[in-house]
């Protein structure tokens, strides 16, 4: 199993940038695909991002592209969102999640772990 604790997040305006940082625990790390998500207030959780277990492909929803970016470093056991350009609507609770199955499926809830997420918000 592994264990996902967030970081990064806080109050930002719009268009500004922040970096969302995931540290996963165990040895294993490498091993598993890494998405992050999201959830606004008073919607569901949705889908921002993923990455396969070398880094090597990505996969983002329509909303974010071209404006965020998932990245990962396995010798550090870390999962990164670059978020630039950021929009109002980012405003939500962002969380990390680890899958050991394929990054494509993440988005259809195909997850092993969770975080406990960190905050976004973005002010006009």
């Known amino acids: 199993q592994v264990q996902l604790v967030e970081s990064g997040g806080g109050l930002v305006q719009a268009g500004g940038s922040l970096r969302l940082s995931c540290a996963a625990s165990?040895?294993?790390?490498?091993?598993?695909?890494m998405g992050w998500f999201r959830q606004a207030p008073g919607k569901e959780r949705e889908f921002v991002a993923a990455?396969?277990?070398?880094?090597?492909?990505?996969v983002y929803t329509d909303s974010v592209k071209g404006r965020f970016t998932i990245s990962r470093d396995n010798a550090k056991n870390t999962v990164y969102l670059q978020m630039n350009s950021l929009k109002p609507e980012d405003t939500a609770v962002y969380y990390c999640?680890?899958?050991?199955?394929?990054?494509?499926?993440?988005?259809?809830?195909?997850?092993?772990?969770w975080g406990q997420g960190t905050l976004v918000t973005v002010s006009s």
């Open positions: 165990g040895r294993t790390f490498s091993s598993f695909s």
């Open positions: 990455v396969t277990s070398s880094g090597g492909f990505t």
């Open positions: 999640a680890a899958s050991r199955g394929n990054y494509r499926y993440m988005r259809d809830g195909a997850l092993d772990a």
